[in-house]
């Protein structure tokens, strides 16, 4: 079984630029959630999105932006680039909300901004 | 509002030695607690998981300890290994929900 795909891998952009993350997830897994990584921040929760619906968002600016696919593939935007935008991304599936079942993260996106 | 609070935020540990990293949780409706370890380079994973009507649960080396009344929980990683030098996340559920709160992570460094 594929685990959770995220394209590209590194990336470099420009402040001002706007950038498209993707994130394939576990087959049939319906939930897909975003977090940004940073050195002393920990995983800090970006969005959720399960059945192509937005359901939960973490507390960032609307540059940050994502969508979900009928197949469940994601994709995530940030507008505008900053520098402080420069973070390891990360996503991560889920397939049941049950007691014990996890979330399987992909092995992220580095972004530099310069 | 940080509902999982994670201390330290780093650990130096000599090989042999025993490595113990906090958790504390507000929201008393999480009801399943797990650790994910993370290499770098790498996304986290699952590494050990507990649910509140345990107070430990032990695989191998790592073992979780839980306090219901206080609501905190802690992970105790014995005969500590360089190979064990990776950051830890305590995470936070609860069951009507896909998606875990996460702690600040640690940063663990074992020497050898």
């Known amino acids: 079984k594929a685990g959770v795909t995220q394209t590209p891998r590194y990336l470099i952009k420009t402040r001002g630029q706007q950038v498209t993350l993707s994130c394939s997830p576990i087959s049939g897994h319906r939930s897909v959630s975003w977090y940004q990584q940073t050195p002393g921040q920990g995983l800090q929760f970006l969005f959720e999105?399960?059945?192509?619906?937005?359901?939960n968002k973490g507390n960032f600016p609307g540059r940050f932006s994502g969508r979900q696919f009928s197949n469940s593939r994601s994709e995530m935007n940030v507008s505008t680039l900053e520098l402080g935008d420069s973070a390891l991304y990360l996503c991560a599936s889920s397939g049941n909300r049950g007691w014990g079942t996890e979330a399987f993260f992909g092995q992220g996106t580095r972004l530099t901004v310069v | 509002q940080q509902q999982v609070k994670q201390s330290p935020q780093s650990l130096i540990v000599q090989k042999g030695g025993i490595s113990i990293i906090n958790c504390a949780y507000e929201n008393t409706a999480f009801d399943y607690f797990p650790w994910y370890q993370q290499f770098p380079g790498k996304g986290p994973a699952l590494l050990i998981a507990i649910r509140p009507d345990v107070s430990e649960k032990k695989e191998g080396r790592f073992t979780i300890s839980f306090n219901k009344s206080a609501k905190q929980f802690s992970l105790h990683i014995m005969d500590s290994q360089p190979g064990d030098s990776a950051t830890y996340f305590c995470a936070a559920k609860s069951g009507g929900s896909y998606i875990p709160t996460f702690g600040r992570g640690t940063s663990l460094i074992v020497h050898p």
């Open positions: 999105y399960f059945s192509e619906t937005q359901r």
